[in-house]
């Protein structure tokens, strides 16, 4: 069974930093991309941030020069680092792992953590 675990959501004040992780367990971790998205109530799920198994990263222009995406493979582990925040990124952020082989997509969801950033 494949499970991708999020953790270290909480509350933090405007300009402070948090730092998430997303252990996975249950897949061949080395071929995956890792994502973080979040969403907040009545809007989309948004990616945040990804890196795929090779080690290149991409960013959502709102959190450029603020997030930084990184994976350990030995740990099974990506995580991601906020800094910089702002009330606007308060949102539950999900990780995500996604791999194509062959004909086939490979799509897992972890549960939320929430990241709430008060003014």
């Known amino acids: 069974e494949v499970q991708l675990q999020a953790s270290g959501g909480g509350l933090v004040q405007a300009g402070g930093s948090l730092r998430l992780s997303c252990v996975a367990s249950?897949?061949?971790?080395?071929?995956?991309?890792i994502g973080w998205f979040r969403q907040v109530p009545g809007k989309a799920r948004e990616a945040v941030a990804c890196i795929d198994k090779e080690g290149s990263t991409y960013y959502d222009d709102s959190v450029k020069g603020r997030f930084t995406i990184s994976r350990d493979n030995a740990k099974n582990t990506v995580a991601l680092q906020m800094n910089s925040l702002k009330p606007e990124d308060t949102a539950v952020y999900y990780c995500?792992?996604?791999?194509?082989?062959?004909?086939?997509?490979?799509?897992?969801w972890g549960q939320g953590t929430l990241v709430t950033v008060s003014s």
């Open positions: 995500n792992a996604r791999a194509k082989m062959s004909v086939w997509t490979y799509d897992y």
């Open positions: 249950g897949l061949s971790f080395d071929d995956y991309a």
